[in-house]
């Protein structure tokens, strides 16, 4: 069994910056492909970003490339989102997904992943 444990939610201002963090256990962290998805009020969850098993390929959504950052520390089995230059847009609950299926790409939709966080409200204030 895994579990992937988020920071806590924050209320933040347009142009903040915010890290959020997914702390995994119960299986080896080398073996996954880590990816973050939000869904905002109203919308379907989308994906966000992924990283491979090393951190040598990242992969981004459009609306987040140039602003937001994933990468993952091993030693301590955890996977960040770095978020640079909030907006309004940004506000979704954000989730921690897992792939352990030994799968060599990493991938941008919900069905790649098998195991999840249980969400962080991030809210942007205007």
């Known amino acids: 069994q895994v579990q992937l444990v988020q920071s806590e939610g924050r209320l933040v201002q347009t142009g903040d910056s915010l890290r959020l963090s997914c702390t995994a256990s119960?299986?080896?962290?080398?073996?996954?492909?880590m990816g973050w998805f939000r869904q905002g009020p109203g919308t379907e969850r989308e994906f966000v970003a992924g990283?491979?098993?090393?951190?040598?390929?990242?992969r981004y959504a459009d609306s987040v490339k140039g602003r937001f950052t994933i990468s993952r520390d091993n030693a301590k089995n955890t996977t960040y989102l770095q978020m640079n230059t909030l907006k309004p847009e940004d506000t979704a609950v954000y989730y921690c997904?897992?792939?352990?299926?030994?799968?060599?790409?990493?991938?941008?939709?919900?069905?790649?992943?098998?195991?999840w966080g249980r969400g962080t409200q991030v809210t942007v204030s205007s």
């Open positions: 997904a897992g792939d352990y299926s030994l799968r060599a790409v990493v991938g941008e939709l919900s069905s790649n992943y098998e195991y």
């Open positions: 990283i491979s098993r090393y951190g040598g390929t990242t």
């Open positions: 119960g299986r080896s962290f080398n073996t996954a492909l």
